[in-house]
């Protein structure tokens, strides 16, 4: 399935994107006065093979949850049965990333891909718009890629395969565009390895205070991330290699609906930090995958800027957000609908009899 979907990843349509430029060139605005929505919308128009390209719409929200060894290096004050306790608040509409996706009216879907504690019991409502969850257990939590590697390759791969399945029956049910979305007590720790693994920076560039950590933490994380690169020593030119040694469940799960939104030739929206360090994990499966990626936003996180940098993604929407769940991404929705649908419905300046300088 993973190669198969690789090998489904082509370039962006250039006929397209020439067309979109002509067609921005046309409408009834100033040249660039849209600024960066001018070259979204060419990237879309390139993505479909199409111009004007479809709306993204709907919207569907993939969370992916999934634990980490990890936490016994005392990297983050939570315990590790929130990420549990977080997915019934999911399950129930009452997160953060519920009430933007009930204003943005997209869909949420909850994988299980690696929770490790027993997840409560909740009622989910039979509307439906309801949030939906996808028992897709890897295995219960990453192993402590402090001591030893995270992940087998198999679990890695399963893990990815997990992601493309649910791409797929995302993309088969009508959606649009896909949304990234995470949940994972400790999974800020494993993005930033990553990061540094995939970028070559230096573990103190990338790693961020997550939830909020104290000094004290904070350096401790720092240096969990370098000795897990000392010590498993990941090659960039093996994304499997680098999610099984330093990588989470969900890492390899939002890899996977990448790499299959992008064979399907649909838009994902990318979160946070853990979005844009799994992003670099599908761009070293295939290169040509950075063509259906649209950064909704610049994370607090620092690794999160670095990541962006390199796969040479602007992000749409920078308020200072480090929570995760897919909460930027749904902030940044509009502008991705409207970067479309200026191409279907501005007129131009000769269908509008309006005179051009």
């Known amino acids: 399935m993973l190669t198969t979907t690789i090998a489904a990843i082509g370039p962006l349509d250039q006929t397209a994107m ?9 409408l009834t605005k100033p040249a660039g006065s ?6 979204l919308s060419v990237r879309l128009a390139g993505l479909a093979g199409a111009c004007p390209p ?23 004050p939570w315990p590790q049965e929130v990420t549990a306790q977080m997915i019934g608040n999911f399950l129930a509409g009452g997160a953060v990333v519920n009430a933007f996706a009930r204003q943005a009216g997209a869909s949420v879907t909850v994988v299980d891909v690696g929770v490790a504690t027993p997840l409560p019991p909740v ?32 679990e890695a791969r ?19 565009i896909l949304l990234t979305g995470d949940m994972g007590i400790a999974n800020t720790t494993p993005s930033a390895a990553l990061v540094a ?25 720092v240096d969990v991330v370098r000795r897990a690169l000392h010590r498993h020593r990941p090659d960039p030119a093996d994304p499997l290699g680098v999610l099984a040694t330093v990588g989470g469940l969900e890492h390899a799960a939002l890899a996977g609906l990448i790499l299959a939104a992008a064979a399907r030739r649909i838009p994902v929206l990318l979160d946070g930090v853990i979005a844009v360090s799994a992003a670099l994990a599908a761009a070293a499966f295939a290169p040509d995958a950075v063509g ?16 962006l940098r390199h796969l040479g993604l602007d992000p749409l929407v920078d308020l200072g957000l480090r929570l995760g769940e897919g909460t930027g991404a749904l902030l940044a929705l509009p502008v991705v609908t409207g970067a479309a649908r ?16």
């Open 18 to 26: 020439a067309a979109a430029r002509d067609l921005q060139a046309r």
């Open 54 to 76: 479809p709306l993204p719409e709907p919207a569907a929200v993939a969370i992916f949850a999934g634990d980490h060894g990890v936490h016994a290096q005392g990297v983050t």
């Open 123 to 154: 009622a989910v409502g039979d509307a439906a718009e309801a949030p939906r969850l996808v028992a897709a257990n890897v295995r219960p939590g990453t192993r402590d890629l402090a001591v030893t590697a995270a992940l087998t390759r198999d």
């Open 292 to 307: 259906a990626m649209i950064a909704g936003h610049r994370s607090a996180e620092p690794g999160a800027t670095v990541a």
């Open 197 to 221: 693994a995939f970028t070559g920076a230096e573990p103190a560039e990338v790693t961020g205070r997550g939830t909020g950590v104290d000094d004290e933490t904070y350096r401790r994380k």
């Open 342 to 357: 200026v191409l279907h419905e501005v007129a131009t300046f000769d269908s509008a009899g309006v005179a051009e300088k």
């Open 158 to 176: 399963a893990a990815v395969e997990t992601g493309i399945r649910v791409a797929d029956d995302l993309i088969e049910a009508g959606a649009g």
């Open 34 to 39: 849209l600024g960066a929505l001018e070259e």
